[in-house]
């Protein structure tokens, strides 16, 4: 099974990407920036149970937090969470084989995950990993908000919390002095920093001289991924290399590239794979553990028990085949032609991440 292919086709709107030039698909067909229709959704299980055993852990920077490869990352539907009974057996899945680090949204992009998590993870929440984007909401206080996620997870401390604010303007800066004394008094283990704009990245490295946070978390995958030689990433120098000279951790998300896009890389995966069964998240997630950057975790969004299996899987194989390696490079091509259509103003964003580079669908360089 091809990685999100739960999702009937068309699912995205008219997206078919076919042997049509740019110039054909600009005016032929309709692109829409669609999230998939859960109401298709399969929770049937194709995929084999990985063999391998549990993922080893390793560090988040120099924190001494232990977590597995591959996290339970949290941008996902609302409505994905209405399926209680799959959602739940999926998360004690991944945590048997491994996973133990689970990122949790609360209000953002009105997703509300505090509390269906927290009664999932009950049976075992004192031992993973917890996550949060510290996001105040209905006139609560940081201080409110952070005891309303201790009560609903069940916990008496937050391992990982983050905020964004990079100068004294910026509506969020006040979390930053709130969150490090909420760390020194032992309820947070670790405080973190999200990256949204390549220009973020030196305002990342002034920033640590006033708040050293612990770890950042920035959108990395086979097309966004800023350094791009035509063939591979590099190594993301030099914010990366200052960075873990301090020991700072390194956790990178969308490796996918979005949920907007997935939609159209599995149909043209399903019209370039040659071989019929290359699965396109498999060769995304290969892509990571080879492209150089080596980051401490990952964190994905995971569908069904299949993508739980699948992701796993890969950390037991993770070297890239040369048909998943030709199938990326024909995908980085076709997707700078559609991904200013399907990308809707809140993640345009993740254009800045990506290779300068002019094509058509068919990976024809356009002149």
Request: proline residues 5%.
């Amino acid at each position: 099974m091809k990685r999100r292919s739960f999702i009937k086709k068309g699912a995205l709107g008219t997206i078919t990407l076919g042997t049509l030039g740019c110039s054909a698909l600009r005016t032929k067909y309709k692109l829409e920036q669609k999230l998939p229709d859960l109401s298709d959704l399969s929770f049937e299980v194709t995929m084999p149970k990985p063999s391998g055993g549990t993922m080893p852990y390793g560090e988040i920077g120099s924190t001494g937090i232990k977590v597995s490869k591959f996290a339970f990352g949290s941008h996902i539907s609302q409505s994905l969470l209405t399926y209680e009974k799959e959602r739940q057996v999926m998360i004690r899945e991944a945590y048997e084989l491994g996973i133990n680090f689970f990122d949790i949204y609360e209000k953002r992009w009105n997703i509300f995950q505090y509390e269906p998590m927290g009664r999932h993870l009950s049976p075992f929440i004192k031992d993973v990993v917890i996550s949060i984007f510290m996001d105040p909401y209905d006139g609560r206080t940081v201080e409110q908000e952070f005891e309303r996620a201790l009560k609903l997870l069940g916990r008496d401390y937050i391992d990982m919390v983050r905020t964004q604010a990079f100068s004294p303007e910026d509506s969020y800066w006040n979390h930053w002095e709130i969150l490090f004394k909420l760390k020194e008094k032992g309820y947070i283990r670790a405080v973190g920093m999200p990256l949204h704009f390549t220009e973020e990245i030196p305002k990342t490295l002034a920033l640590y001289e006033t708040y050293p946070f612990d770890y950042v978390i920035f959108p990395y995958n086979f097309y966004h991924n800023v350094i791009w030689d035509g063939r591979r990433g590099v190594n993301f120098d030099p914010m990366v290399k200052k960075l873990r000279e301090k020991g700072v951790g390194i956790i990178v998300m969308k490796p996918m590239g979005s949920d907007h896009l997935i939609r159209s890389f599995i149909n043209a995966t399903e019209k370039l794979d040659e071989t019929g069964e290359i699965s396109f998240g498999s060769a995304a997630l290969k892509y990571i553990f080879n492209s150089g950057l080596n980051p401490d975790t990952t964190l994905n969004g995971m569908y069904t028990l299949d993508h739980v299996y699948e992701n796993i899987a890969v950390y037991f194989n993770p070297l890239m085949t040369p048909e998943e390696e030709k199938l990326l490079e024909k995908l980085r091509k076709r997707t700078k032609v559609v991904e200013n259509y399907l990308l809707p103003e809140h993640y345009k964003f993740l254009r800045q991440w990506a290779p300068d580079y002019n094509g058509d669908l068919n990976g024809n360089i356009l002149t």
